[in-house]
């Protein structure tokens, strides 16, 4: 069994697995990690896509496992460059990881294998683009082909702000190269799912789904940011829906990246947009990311059973024979506490204060997302700060658990949803 991991990235989700490995005696190191990681383990300045640093480091400290959180040094190949050197890495190899690094790829990819989503039409012109969307004359979606930190997505409710998008894709390239291709795609109605999967290259575990919330403010408003806040389960995917997005979704995918010659290995993470009600409920992919969801994992580890170290390391070395999915706690609930501004411009270096007593509450874990030591505090150092994870028997408890441990935490300008759970919860 694995001893000496090295986690790559520096977000909450990188905490919430360093904590996990700790817990489970690992010897953690993390690049570049957070203020948080740094009280679980080493943390070295190597930034997360800077391939041959993280090999140098990965050898440097003897690691038998590197775990890769973040999608960019993923589509870079970091996971090949380390294998080359005979070092076990979780996540997808280049070729598989273009399941999330081109959305076109992905579309593509799904249209092959008969995996439901929405109907689209690539575009390299944009003079081509804008005419489609003016034929239209209904809603529609523009996606920027590239990875995009989640700013390449806009779901427009007229012609006039599709038109716009495409300008500032890929006329005015606001995203950079990311938007010289588009995808142009029908919208879906419905309430939004993230279904994980752990694969070892024919194998999978599947994971408990959770349900994010990705827009700044109360209500599913405001700007996209990174996430606000997740829970798990939600209790729209009923049992036999999770048996329909396994056989009809997560199955053919992995079926299919093995028969085009790129197993996938590492964490699948399938957005999914649950459109229809009641029986009729139906499962379609908004899109692949082929890592692990911040701040779902915040949930999921905090509520997996199991030896999270056997998981990662079977993934890694093709064998999760024998890996059981398994749940300790029935619910879990994450709240982000953000800087003002974000998702815009925010200050940094605001001291944050009530951390202690915030962990004392029952079934809470604080996460680290942008944090920083200054002397014997902790001040802000990101747009997410932290990420209060709460345990409960019910999801009602582990949101009164996750609110109460906010409450008890401050820095100015602190910015939480006070509403996340809002559809479970009603
Ligand atoms: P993506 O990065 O493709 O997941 O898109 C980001 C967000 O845009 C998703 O989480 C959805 O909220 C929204 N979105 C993407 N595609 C669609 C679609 N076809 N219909 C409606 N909303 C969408
Ligand atoms: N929580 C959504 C993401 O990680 O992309």
Excluded at 102 to 120: C, E, L, N, Q, V
Excluded at 164 to 191: K, S, Y
Excluded at 254 to 266: D, I, N, T, V
Aim: negative net charge; hydrophobic residues 45%; contains cysteine.
């Amino acid at each position: 069994m694995t001893k000496r991991v090295l986690i790559v990235g520096g977000g909450a989700r990188e905490h919430a697995l360093a904590w996990r490995f700790s817990r489970e005696g690992a010897e953690v190191h993390a690049a570049p990690g957070n203020a948080g990681i740094a009280e679980v383990g080493a943390v070295h300045p190597v930034a997360a896509d800077d391939l041959e640093g993280q090999v140098a480091l990965a050898k440097r400290v003897g690691a038998t496992l590197v775990v890769v959180g973040p999608e960019a040094p993923l589509v870079l190949g970091l996971v090949d460059a380390l294998q080359a050197e005979g070092i076990a890495a979780f996540g997808p190899s280049k070729a598989a990881a273009r399941l999330e690094g081109s959305k076109a790829f992905s579309k593509d990819f799904m249209a092959r294998h008969g995996i439901p989503t929405a109907g689209y039409r690539v575009f390299d012109d944009a003079d081509a683009a804008s005419a489609y969307v003016r034929d239209a004359g209904r809603p529609l979606v523009i996606k920027a082909d590239g990875l995009a930190a989640g700013k390449g997505v806009v779901v427009a409710k007229d012609a006039d702000e599709a038109l716009a998008a495409i300008d500032r894709f890929a006329r005015d390239r606001e995203l950079g190269d990311a938007g010289a291709r588009l995808v142009v795609e029908e919208t879906l109605v419905g309430e939004e799912v993230s279904f994980h999967v752990v694969a070892d290259g024919t194998r999978y575990v599947a994971l408990a789904p959770a349900q994010d919330h990705k827009r700044a403010l109360e209500g599913d408003r405001g700007p996209n940011t990174g996430g606000m806040g997740a829970f798990s389960p939600p209790p729209v995917v009923s049992p036999a829906l999770e048996r329909a997005i396994l056989e009809e979704i997560v199955e053919p995918t992995l079926r299919g990246c093995a028969a085009e010659g790129f197993p996938f290995r590492g964490a699948l993470f399938v957005g999914l947009m649950i459109t229809g009600e009641g029986a009729d409920r139906k499962a379609q992919v908004l899109e692949y990311n082929t890592r692990f969801g911040d701040p779902e994992t915040e949930c999921l580890m905090t509520r997996w059973g199991g030896s999270a170290l056997a998981l990662f390391d079977g993934s890694a070395k093709g064998d999760l024979q024998g890996v059981e999915t398994e749940w300790d706690a029935p619910a879990s609930l994450c709240v982000v506490l953000a800087s003002e501004g974000y998702p815009g411009a925010y200050p940094k270096g605001r001291a944050i204060e009530g951390l202690d007593r915030a962990a004392e509450v029952p079934g809470v874990t604080v996460f680290h997302a942008g944090t920083k030591r200054d002397g014997d505090r902790f001040v802000t150092a990101g747009g997410r700060v932290l990420t209060v994870t709460a345990v409960g028997a019910t999801l009602r408890e582990a949101a009164d658990r996750a609110y109460a441990a906010a409450d008890r935490i401050h820095f100015e300008g602190m910015h939480l949803r006070r509403d996340i759970g809002w559809r479970a919860l009603g």
